[in-house]
């Protein structure tokens, strides 16, 4: 009867065994299927490895990670199982190792095979990509193995340290979120509601991306890169890989650890090891204490903050942190729990709550006045100058990252504008930043990055008044801030290139010899060179010359304003009529989508739509007088025009005979 019993439980486990090797051979051949036929299809924008339109290998590899985990050792969660296997006359370690290898074995091999079979296959077809086929096949393996083995890792201690299949697949929930939740979403808003100036903390996304397993893997393998040319040359930063190791050894080590500690008779239970019982205990506590910091801290108005609220934060976190632990306690004693059996770890968890949320605005105020001095250069931008309204309505909100990054890269001042920007924004922080009054009276903010001598950046949004804007003119009149402004005026031998003039209703070519091209452009650079940060507020450009360059085919826009004297001199003798705008074009009808309240549980909100046609030729031309062509409305701030409504006027082209779609915003009413 007991080798019957043992014959059978021999055949469940073989059985484990064949699913993991058809798990992991399966999936990985299926995957170099799909990729082979992609390939044979597209090979400029298809990889099978690095890159970021793999196909989802990167998940494959975490998915598989966790579930061959799992699997090879599920004999941990079943009491009669593990008597079965202890009874046999082999080493408990032997037992658990050789499932490690056999789990190993059976995703490394095939994803090794797979690559090198597609490495081939593309190399064989793709010859931009036989140059590259050897090291981007081998980085591939490499970046996709270690994903592997950080999810792999992850998944057997979990297994290890808990008694159960539920127990289990939460506290591995809790080991891949718990980093990114802390370093991603709770930090970053306890110093978005604790600091004025805050913007970004490069150390707070570095964090992320190497204690998070999901974005580390991201990271190594190429995920934000596209092009292809990026893509087969792409290495993983040394950061990143040394990170990833660490992943895998630090959690190699608690395996082995665990796996000599690890106490059978509590299998069945939440946890097997009593330390692992105690520190998850410790972090999720303290993790939800401090979220609870941050929810609480969302309320506040971070340039009022008062001691009174900084302790109702505080010890709302502790009371949360200590309810939380409870709970714990609860989960993992039953009904004959005994919350208080562990005062420390109440202790500890609640202190550092306390420390933690008490760190934020201990620390406000110095970090609301840093002033780097010695940065080798600074990146400005305002939000409002020198951007279209659509992006002046993403990057207000704070929360937009790539048009400010952009920027911040754009205008990064090194010389005369960096000693003009330094004695701008010493004159705004030796403001009192912390008073409600100039938090209330701001009309825009300054996103600033300061590059330090180490390589290191420091970020900061400052928010600025109406005076503090007009006082930026300091910088904006720097030649180094113009030059950047307004590219144009670097652009050299033009004589070649392509000039067309237009007014963002219809363009025009000019017919002018490469002599009058650079005595235009000479005119726009002394027109730019006079050119006062005041004037921006009076008028908008009255239209741009588009410069089509004759060698890389490259386009820039010099806008022109009405007060460039110079150039619409010039412009006027090579038969543009600079003054001409959408009025006095044939507009055939303007329509006018806009909104109206309606009605809710909440009070009126917007939600309601109509639209307006005007097709009367007094009401064509009165409403036409207002409206403003919206690709001429590049300083939102400094001249801001109504784009409540959507509006379209339909301009008849009488050279062509055609209808011209204009999209449009109003003036504001004085």
């Known amino acids: 009867m007991t080798s019957a019993k043992c014959f059978i439980n021999w055949v469940k486990e073989a059985g484990r065994g064949h699913l993991v090797a058809a798990l992991g051979w399966g999936t990985l051949i299926l995957y170099g299927v799909l990729a082979v036929t992609r390939l044979s299809f597209d090979t400029e924008n298809t990889f099978f490895g690095i890159g970021g339109t793999a196909l989802d290998l990167r998940w494959i590899c975490m998915g598989l990670g966790l579930l061959t985990a799992f699997i090879e050792f599920f004999y941990l969660f079943h009491q009669k199982q593990q008597d079965f296997y202890y009874s046999l006359p082999v080493s408990r370690g032997t037992i658990f190792w050789s499932r490690y290898v056999h789990g190993l074995f059976n995703v490394i091999v095939p994803l090794m095979f797979i690559m090198a079979v597609c490495g081939i296959y593309q190399a064989a077809i793709d010859l931009q990509f036989g140059v590259y086929a050897g090291s981007y096949t081998l980085k591939s393996i490499f970046v996709y193995a270690v994903s592997f083995l950080i999810f792999y890792h992850i998944g057997i201690l979990c297994a290890v340290i808990c008694g159960n299949i539920i127990s289990a697949v939460v506290v591995c929930a809790v080991m891949i979120l718990y980093f990114p939740i802390l370093t991603g979403n709770i930090c970053p808003a306890l110093s978005r509601n604790y600091f004025v100036t805050y913007y970004k903390n490069p150390f707070l996304e570095w964090l992320y991306t190497v204690l998070s397993p999901e974005r580390l893997t991201a990271d190594l393998t190429g995920m934000s890169v596209f092009e292809k040319p990026f893509v087969l040359t792409f290495t993983p930063e040394i950061s990143s890989v040394a990170a990833a190791v660490l992943w895998i050894v630090v959690l190699f080590g608690f395996i082995v650890l665990a796996q000599r500690k690890r106490k059978t008779e509590r299998t069945g239970r939440i946890f097997t090891l009593a330390p692992a019982e105690q520190t998850v205990q410790i972090l999720v506590s303290f993790l939800a204490g401090l979220w609870m910091c941050s929810f609480l801290s969302d309320f506040l108005d971070p340039a009022s903050v008062g001691i009174g609220s900084i302790i109702g934060c505080t010890v709302g976190g502790v009371v949360i942190a200590l309810a939380v632990h409870l709970l714990l306690e609860y989960a993992v004693q039953g009904t004959e729990v005994k919350f208080f059996r562990r005062k420390w770890q109440l202790v500890l968890s609640a202190a550092a709550v306390i420390v933690a949320g008490l760190a934020f605005p201990a620390g406000a105020s110095a970090y609301d006045t840093l002033f780097p001095e010695n940065a080798e250069s600074i990146g400005i931008s305002i939000d409002g100058i020198g951007m279209d309204c659509s992006t002046y309505a993403e990057v207000s909100g704070n929360q937009e990252k790539y048009e400010t990054a952009a920027q911040l890269r754009r205008y990064q001042l090194k010389g005369e504008g960096r000693t003009a920007v330094l004695t701008w924004l010493q004159e705004i922080i030796r403001e009192d930043i912390g008073e409600s009054s100039m938090a209330d009276s701001s009309c825009t903010r300054a996103k600033v990055c300061y590059y330090m001598p180490d390589g290191g950046t420091h970020y900061r949004s400052y928010p600025l008044t109406r005076e503090q804007v007009e006082m930026f003119a300091s910088v904006y009149e720097t030649d180094e801030y113009k030059r950047i402004a307004y590219p144009a005026v670097k652009l050299e031998d033009v004589s070649e290139d392509r000039f067309t003039w237009e007014d963002s209703v219809r363009g025009t070519a000019l017919q002018i010899t490469g002599d009058q091209k650079e005595a235009l452009l000479d005119a726009y650079r002394q027109d730019v060179s006079e050119l006062k940060m005041e004037q921006l507020g009076e008028e908008l450009p009255c239209g741009y010359t588009r410069i089509r360059s004759s060698s890389d085919g490259s386009i820039t826009n ?19 009529d600079t003054e001409k705008r ?89």
């Open 558 to 576: 010099m806008f022109v304003y009405p007060f460039f004297e110079l150039t619409c001199d010039l412009l006027k003798e090579y038969g543009i």
């Open 582 to 670: 959408l009025a006095d074009y044939k507009v055939d009808s303007i329509e006018v989508l806009d909104s109206y309240p309606v009605s809710s549980a909440n009070g009126p909100v917007s939600g309601g739509m109509y639209t307006l046609h005007y097709e009367k030729e007094d009401e064509v031309e009165a409403f036409s007088q207002n409206l403003i062509p919206e690709e001429l409305d590049i300083q939102p701030l400094l001249y801001p025009l109504d784009h409540s409504a959507e509006i379209e006027a339909l301009v008849v082209d009488e050279e062509t005979n055609s209808i011209l779609h204009v999209s449009c915003a109003q003036k504001r009413s004085e």
